[in-house]
């Protein structure tokens, strides 16, 4: 009779008995369990491998069984062997090939990154260095503020009084100018660094996703000017007109809303610009900085500052706490009436458009001309400098829009509108990623691209402004239709 293992059921080649149980055990397999456990593993007695006992045996054979006897059993045994080895190596080889995928991928990601990145540097390295170059030009000086400048400001009963004195720019304002600046570019420098990580989150798990929706206001209080000379403020959340401002004697052309302030400034053809109180419902400050109509509006940085510009033919930087005019400029060389402004990002220099054509490019601190843009064939009706400050967008009576470069000082793109297109109103989002324009209807460009992705007709009349909402979550809107839309996906 052969000795079987109590645990494998097979015979074992090295067998001993375990005098708690009495059984016979593999000693490999013994050893293992009592390592483990300690104990019998028949009757869970203490068991320690010094009390087992070997059994000497002459030559144990192991009988094989039954169905590995015969030729067809071991044949068997050998094709099951070869496709669970054949099985394993295909396994492998998908394995390899999946990993090898995944590499090749992430290699091609890495170095898409490093060549963003360093194109990135190499712009940026160039917007520096052409700002930094970006001098004041000889013979397109412009002189000082004319003293005909007379400012009015609200006294105490009511009643406008006249300032004649003009303050200048002091260094303490132009200091004032250079901080804001230096927090601005700053403030840019986080925000590009968060919108490239942004970008690159985007690339990598939304490639084929589609623009994001659109629709309305900076503000949740939205304003609109007419030709019925009233400003009309309007609550977007309660969807309601605040107030209503009477006092120009002409139409209303430009209107701005404080960013911190529940001031709106406006302005019109009566040459004079208003400063409007949306709590109080009254106008403030009257500035009379142009003896002809103010046909541009652009606010400071700072808040505290407001650009101006004029068919008089000069632009003018007022202090709007005090109404008084800061500096009055003009090019006597052009000769023209301007007829937009819009103050760069930075708050340093800022644009006019002309009538004959001309974007113009002013160092406020130094208040000269220190570039011009050539190009438009009719009046410049609007401009608009990108957040980021590298490009400027201008429409004109032409029917086209220009891209500038500010770092190379030329057009690197035209978009040709269609026949007797009005553009009224351009506007840059938050990002920079979208150009609004707004005329005979509204359309929306996506910027790199410089691609059209979205259009407007809904307004029966001409588009006079168009305004982006923060991130470019909606688009609101203007018309001479006496109408102000909201636009969303």
Same mark, same amino acid.
């Not at 960013?259 to 109080?280: H, K, L, N």
């Not at 003896?291 to 007022?318: C, I, K, N, P």
């Given at each position: 009779m052969s000795l079987v293992c109590a645990i494998c059921n097979e015979v074992p080649e090295h067998p001993c +008995?375990? =005098?708690v149980s009495n059984q016979v055990f593999e000693r490999r397999l013994i050893e293992k369990y009592i390592a483990e456990n300690g104990t019998d593993p028949m009757n869970g007695q203490p068991l320690s491998e010094e009390q087992l006992i070997d059994i000497k045996v002459s030559h144990p054979i192991r009988p094989k069984a039954p169905s590995a006897t015969s030729i067809p059993a071991i044949l068997k045994s050998l094709q099951d062997e070869w496709d669970a080895v054949m099985l394993h190596s295909f396994t492998l080889r998908q394995q390899l090939q999946t990993t090898? #995928? %995944?590499?090749? /991928? *992430?290699?091609? #990601? /890495? &170095? *898409?990154a490093c060549r963003v990145i360093a194109r990135l540097t190499k %712009? +940026?390295?160039a917007a520096r260095e *052409?700002?930094?170059t970006l001098k004041p030009q000889a013979g397109l000086v412009a002189p000082q503020a004319i003293a005909a400048s007379q400012p009015t400001a609200v006294g105490a009963g009511g009643e406008p009084m006249e300032i004649n004195e003009q303050v200048g720019m002091t260094p303490e304002i132009i200091q004032k100018l250079q901080d804001k600046a230096t927090i601005l570019t700053t403030e840019r420098k986080k925000v590009f660094l968060l919108l490239l990580l942004l970008c690159w989150w985007w690339f990598f798990t939304c490639l084929f996703s589609s623009v994001p929706s659109l629709v309305p206001c900076i503000y949740s209080s939205l304003f609109k000017c007419g030709a019925d000379k009233n400003v009309v403020v309007f609550d977007k959340n309660e969807e309601q007109i605040v107030a209503t401002f009477k006092g120009h004697t002409k139409k209303v052309t430009s209107v701005i809303y404080h960013p911190s302030q529940s001031v709106v400034f406006s302005a019109s053809p009566d040459s004079t610009i208003r400063v409007w109180s949306v709590t109080g419902g009254n106008c403030v400050q009257v500035v009379r900085a142009h003896e002809a109509g103010v046909t541009g509006l652009s606010l400071h940085a700072t808040g505290d500052y407001l650009l101006s510009s004029s068919e008089d033919q000069y632009w003018a930087f007022s202090d709007? #706490?005090?109404?008084? !005019?800061?500096? $009055? !400029?003009t090019d006597e060389s052009a000769g023209c009436a301007l007829t937009c402004a819009q103050f760069h =990002? &930075?708050?340093l220099i800022f644009g006019t458009g002309t009538a004959d054509s001309q974007i113009k490019i002013w160092d406020l $601190? %130094?208040?000269?001309n220190v570039a011009n843009f050539p190009g438009h064939s009719g009046p410049v009706t609007s401009i608009a400098f990108s957040e980021n400050g590298y490009y400027l967008a201008t429409g004109a009576q032409d029917s086209s829009l220009k891209l500038w470069d500010l770092r190379k000082l030329k057009n690197f793109k035209t978009i040709t509108l269609d026949n007797n297109y009005e553009v009224k109103s351009l506007v840059f989002d938050q990002s920079g990623t979208y150009l609004a324009v707004g005329g005979s209807d509204i359309r929306v460009y996506i910027c790199k691209q410089w691609s059209e992705v979205l259009n407007f007709t809904d307004h029966t009349g001409l588009v006079t402004g168009v305004s982006f909402g923060d991130n470019a979550r909606f688009l609101s809107s203007a018309g001479m239709d006496r109408s102000l839309k909201f636009y969303s996906l």
């Amino acid at each position: 009779m052969s000795l079987v293992c109590a645990i494998c059921n097979e015979v074992p080649e090295h067998p001993c +008995v375990s =005098p708690v149980s009495n059984q016979v055990f593999e000693r490999r397999l013994i050893e293992k369990y009592i390592a483990e456990n300690g104990t019998d593993p028949m009757n869970g007695q203490p068991l320690s491998e010094e009390q087992l006992i070997d059994i000497k045996v002459s030559h144990p054979i192991r009988p094989k069984a039954p169905s590995a006897t015969s030729i067809p059993a071991i044949l068997k045994s050998l094709q099951d062997e070869w496709d669970a080895v054949m099985l394993h190596s295909f396994t492998l080889r998908q394995q390899l090939q999946t990993t090898r #995928q %995944e590499l090749s /991928h *992430a290699l091609y #990601q /890495h &170095d *898409a990154a490093c060549r963003v990145i360093a194109r990135l540097t190499k %712009e +940026v390295t160039a917007a520096r260095e *052409a700002l930094a170059t970006l001098k004041p030009q000889a013979g397109l000086v412009a002189p000082q503020a004319i003293a005909a400048s007379q400012p009015t400001a609200v006294g105490a009963g009511g009643e406008p009084m006249e300032i004649n004195e003009q303050v200048g720019m002091t260094p303490e304002i132009i200091q004032k100018l250079q901080d804001k600046a230096t927090i601005l570019t700053t403030e840019r420098k986080k925000v590009f660094l968060l919108l490239l990580l942004l970008c690159w989150w985007w690339f990598f798990t939304c490639l084929f996703s589609s623009v994001p929706s659109l629709v309305p206001c900076i503000y949740s209080s939205l304003f609109k000017c007419g030709a019925d000379k009233n400003v009309v403020v309007f609550d977007k959340n309660e969807e309601q007109i605040v107030a209503t401002f009477k006092g120009h004697t002409k139409k209303v052309t430009s209107v701005i809303y404080h960013p911190s302030q529940s001031v709106v400034f406006s302005a019109s053809p009566d040459s004079t610009i208003r400063v409007w109180s949306v709590t109080g419902g009254n106008c403030v400050q009257v500035v009379r900085a142009h003896e002809a109509g103010v046909t541009g509006l652009s606010l400071h940085a700072t808040g505290d500052y407001l650009l101006s510009s004029s068919e008089d033919q000069y632009w003018a930087f007022s202090d709007i #706490q005090t109404g008084r !005019v800061l500096t $009055k !400029v003009t090019d006597e060389s052009a000769g023209c009436a301007l007829t937009c402004a819009q103050f760069h =990002p &930075d708050g340093l220099i800022f644009g006019t458009g002309t009538a004959d054509s001309q974007i113009k490019i002013w160092d406020l $601190k %130094e208040r000269t001309n220190v570039a011009n843009f050539p190009g438009h064939s009719g009046p410049v009706t609007s401009i608009a400098f990108s957040e980021n400050g590298y490009y400027l967008a201008t429409g004109a009576q032409d029917s086209s829009l220009k891209l500038w470069d500010l770092r190379k000082l030329k057009n690197f793109k035209t978009i040709t509108l269609d026949n007797n297109y009005e553009v009224k109103s351009l506007v840059f989002d938050q990002s920079g990623t979208y150009l609004a324009v707004g005329g005979s209807d509204i359309r929306v460009y996506i910027c790199k691209q410089w691609s059209e992705v979205l259009n407007f007709t809904d307004h029966t009349g001409l588009v006079t402004g168009v305004s982006f909402g923060d991130n470019a979550r909606f688009l609101s809107s203007a018309g001479m239709d006496r109408s102000l839309k909201f636009y969303s996906l």
